[in-house]
């Protein structure tokens, strides 16, 4: 009867949240056309729809329609458009006005623009080769709403029979004909591709010294009399070349060498300096130009140089100076730019701003739930340029505290240094003191060798992890903790006993985000990959490793090692709303698997749950692992760890004023272990139940901008509580009336930066 009822119970919620949801979805249909004028129409749903080829899609299309409906957030739900409907009729309101700032008017059909979209698409098929398309458009209208479906109808592509190029150039000539090119005979016509092969010709005549080539003094002739569905294409120079004075036609199809390399330190775009406060010096057609004291050493700035006096022009170097000075960490602003000084020779001037080379930081956070509290602070400080050679020095310290009501003080303190040079390879050290009194003291050491690859033009960063050392060191364990949490057959035992990490990795990160477009929605994406142990445990049966007899494990310097593989994924996509309001979503996901030598993933590589960075309606590594019901001890901490992670996100944020920014947000997510253990119960993650342990929280934050940081505090309060599925009394939802205790369900978070 108890199952029976709790089932009817789970249904009438669910029947609660489905109503809900009709509800709201009633609501906002019968609200779309408020603002739509008297006898025009909403623009409800644009469609292309491509018919007889697949060449070209109807996403390739869509850019040419020049209306389209409103803002979509998930490709269905028109938020800005609803948010912009909650407005009134008077304007003077303070909510009228911000909604209608906040939100997005409504599209109103216009016929005018579906006829120009009808021409764009036309031109678009014609530009693919598709002469004889035919655009037609539908619409369904209903509700004051239009639904509009763009048909696009494509005949056979004309392909191009015979392809020539008319150059009188011989290394023109060369390129345009070598075995590179993009056009050739039987191909179809395609002007995208024609224009490509003018930017390829262009770019090899460039690289070859042509300094004041131009793509735009090609173009491409095309003669479709030939035959039906057939054309030939000629590659020419414009005629309006032939128009141009004789010294400007011999400018171009000249070759120039680089005369001197003018290095310009410390530019500042605010203020042009005295010549009296200048220094200069030159050597081997290299000239110095700087103020005050000379930003980087000349050996460095010519190291990362690939243009060099003598060397004939090359666009291609150009390019890599870029890459290589904006890799330099004292380097805020890189510009090179080329001056003729004789006839057939050129200056290169490479202006290089200075950036901020120190950096002092400092974070405090804290958390509070059900009476127990916890603190940490940490500081930082960079220095990058330590030997004017664009040497990166990070040291960072961070201690924590923590306490709870039944008793119980632990301590940490770690420490990191890092050293990064100017090639991106860096070596970074730590080392991590834990004090439990009740429970044990570790020591944590590790080493790294690192190289970065940036690619900051299209927001891309590569980081290869080629050694990656820890040690894990623990003098003292005590008996209680051993007999309660450390038994043989106990998962953590391993975790708490000296052993070694000894891997490699990669990661990398991407970001859309562009500082010409600040406005604009953008994505984050980070992911990692490392594996640990598998050089060890090739090398253990060759070198004679010893066996450790209770867990069958190979040691290494009379210590066991670990021997895993660990991914994770994190995306980030913020959604735009208004220069001062955003949705933000978020979402990771992140696995470790122990193989070989290892039966259990290490302590300190394992997934926690909760927190501020996490599902916030619980407090730090409270969460989890799925069902999991913690027993409140302060040692209990170490059961809630998992293999397996996973965290949705969705927060609402909203600059206010000045520095003072809110918050609303909604966290789902969880660990889980791989294998069942017996000291987890309910932490095994099975496809058939884990969606049913994904925790659920609510809650709003409070964020204040200092523009170096973020001092953030958030709220979070459970919505739906895992463990409580599992222990009878079937309030896993958190909800006045059925359990909700603010004092146990609420977590209180100080942070510094975002959450994601």
């Known amino acids: 009867m108890r199952m029976r009822g709790r089932n009817m119970d789970r249904k009438m919620m669910a029947l609660k949240m489905l109503s809900v949801l009709v509800c709201v979805n009633m609501l906002v249909a019968c609200n779309t056309t408020k603002f739509v004028p008297e006898g025009k129409y909403l623009l409800n749903d644009v469609k292309v729809r491509v018919e007889d080829t697949k060449a070209v899609t109807s996403s390739e299309l869509m850019k040419y329609v020049q209306q389209k409906q409103n803002t979509e957030i998930l490709g269905f739900w028109k938020l800005q458009l609803d948010i912009y409907n909650t407005a009134s009729a008077d304007t003077t309101k303070w909510t009228s006005k911000n909604a209608r700032k906040i939100?997005?008017?409504?599209?109103?059909?216009?016929?005018?623009?579906?006829?120009?979209?009808?021409?764009?698409?036309?031109?678009?098929?014609?530009?693919?080769?598709?002469?004889?398309?035919?655009?037609?458009?539908?619409?369904?209208?209903?509700?004051?709403?239009v639904n509009l479906v763009y048909h696009v109808t494509a005949d056979k592509p004309y392909m191009i029979r015979k392809y020539s190029v008319n150059l009188p150039q011989s290394d023109l000539k060369l390129i345009a004909t070598n075995s590179r090119a993009l056009v050739g005979n039987g191909m179809q016509f395609d002007a995208d591709v024609l224009n490509e092969e003018r930017r390829r010709v262009s770019s090899a005549m460039r690289r070859r010294g042509y300094f004041y080539f131009d793509q735009e003094l090609l173009h491409f002739e095309a003669d479709s009399t030939r035959g039906k569905g057939e054309i030939d294409v000629t590659m020419k120079l414009h005629d309006y070349l032939k128009e141009l004075p004789a010294e400007e036609q011999e400018k171009i199809f000249r070759k120039y060498r680089i005369a001197h390399v003018h290095f310009h330190l410390d530019y500042?775009?605010?203020?042009?300096?005295?010549?009296?406060?200048?220094?200069?010096?030159?050597?081997?057609?290299?000239?110095?130009?700087?103020?005050?004291?000379q930003l980087l050493r000349d050996n460095v700035l010519k190291r990362h140089c690939p243009i060099e006096p003598g060397d004939m022009y090359n666009e291609r170097m150009v390019e890599r100076a870029y890459t290589r000075f904006n890799q330099l960490a004292p380097v805020k602003y890189v510009d090179i730019s080329f001056e003729p000084i004789s006839a057939d020779e050129l200056d290169c001037h490479i202006v290089l701003s200075r950036g901020k080379l120190h950096t002092v930081s400092a974070e405090i956070e804290g958390t509070y739930s059900a009476g127990d509290w916890g603190v940490?602070?940490?500081?930082?400080?960079?220095?990058?340029?330590?030997?004017?050679?664009?040497?990166?020095?990070?040291?960072?310290?961070?201690?924590?505290y923590e306490w709870r009501q039944n008793g119980g003080r632990a301590i940490e303190a770690k420490a990191a240094a890092g050293m990064k040079f100017p090639n991106l390879v860096s070596l970074d050290l730590s080392y991590d003191f834990q004090n439990r009194p009740d429970e044990y003291t570790r020591s944590i050491f590790g080493a790294g060798l690192n190289y970065t690859i940036r690619q900051p033009r299209v927001g891309l960063e590569h980081q290869f992890?080629?050694?990656?050392?820890?040690?894990?060191?623990?003098?003292?364990?005590?008996?209680?903790?051993?007999?309660?949490?450390?038994?043989?057959?106990?998962?953590?035992?391993?975790?708490?006993?000296?052993?070694?990490?000894?891997?490699?990795?990669?990661?990398?990160?991407?970001?859309?985000?562009?500082?010409?477009?600040?406005?604009?929605?953008?994505?984050?994406?980070?992911?990692?990959?490392?594996?640990?142990?598998?050089?060890?445990?090739?090398?253990?049966?060759?070198?004679?490793?010893?066996?450790?007899?209770?867990?069958?494990?190979y040691i290494f310097l009379n210590t066991q090692f670990a021997q895993f593989a660990k991914a994770d994924l994190s995306v980030t996509?913020?959604?735009?709303?208004?220069?001062?309001?955003?949705?933000?979503?978020?979402?990771?996901?992140?696995?470790?698997?122990?193989?070989?030598?290892?039966?259990?993933?290490?302590?300190?590589?394992?997934?926690?749950?909760?927190?501020?960075?996490?599902?916030?309606?619980?407090?730090a590594r409270t969460l989890g692992p799925g069902g999991y019901k913690g027993?409140?001890?302060?040692?209990?901490?170490?059961?809630?760890?998992?293999?397996?992670?996973?965290?949705?996100?969705?927060?609402?944020?909203?600059?206010?004023?000045?520095i003072f920014e809110l918050a609303a947000f909604f966290d789902a997510g969880n660990i889980w272990t791989i294998f069942?253990?017996?000291?987890?119960?309910?932490?095994?993650?099975?496809?058939?139940?884990?969606?049913?342990?994904?925790?659920?929280?609510y809650g709003v934050g409070v964020r204040l901008d200092f523009s170096f940081f973020i001092f953030r505090v958030d709220f979070g309060v459970k919505l739906y509580d895992p463990a409580l599925r599992y222990d009878g009394s079937g309030k896993q939802w958190r909800t006045v009336g059925n359990g909700l205790n603010w004092a146990d369900d609420m977590a209180f978070h100080i942070a510094i930066g975002y959450p994601f």
């Open 103 to 145: 939100g997005e008017a409504p599209v109103v059909f216009d016929a005018e623009l579906a006829d120009a979209s009808c021409t764009q698409l036309q031109r678009a098929m014609n530009n693919k080769g598709y002469f004889r398309t035919q655009v037609d458009t539908t619409m369904a209208v209903k509700d004051r709403k």
């Open 573 to 619: 996509y913020n959604q735009m709303l208004h220069p001062k309001h955003r949705l933000v979503f978020h979402a990771d996901l992140g696995v470790a698997v122990p193989y070989g030598n290892s039966q259990t993933i290490p302590f300190e590589k394992r997934y926690f749950a909760g927190g501020a960075n996490s599902v916030r309606g619980w407090s």
């Open 465 to 553: 992890r080629f050694v990656d050392i820890s040690y894990v060191y623990l003098p003292w364990v005590s008996d209680i903790f051993r007999d309660q949490f450390l038994q043989s057959t106990n998962i953590l035992k391993y975790s708490y006993e000296n052993h070694f990490i000894v891997g490699l990795g990669y990661s990398g990160n991407y970001s859309s985000y562009r500082a010409s477009r600040p406005n604009s929605s953008y994505w984050n994406v980070n992911y990692n990959i490392e594996t640990a142990g598998n050089l060890l445990r090739a090398l253990a049966k060759p070198c004679g490793f010893s066996v450790d007899t209770l867990s069958g494990n």
């Open 631 to 658: 027993n409140g001890k302060l040692i209990d901490f170490n059961n809630q760890s998992g293999d397996i992670r996973m965290n949705l996100n969705v927060e609402y944020r909203a600059k206010v004023w000045s």
């Open 376 to 400: 940490a602070a940490g500081v930082g400080y960079v220095n990058r340029n330590l030997f004017r050679g664009a040497e990166e020095l990070s040291v960072n310290g961070r201690a924590s």
């Open 676 to 697: 069942d253990y017996e000291a987890q119960p309910n932490g095994v993650f099975r496809f058939s139940e884990f969606y049913k342990q994904i925790a659920l929280a």
């Open 268 to 293: 500042d775009p605010s203020r042009l300096p005295d010549t009296e406060e200048m220094s200069s010096k030159s050597k081997d057609g290299f000239v110095f130009t700087w103020v005050g004291k």
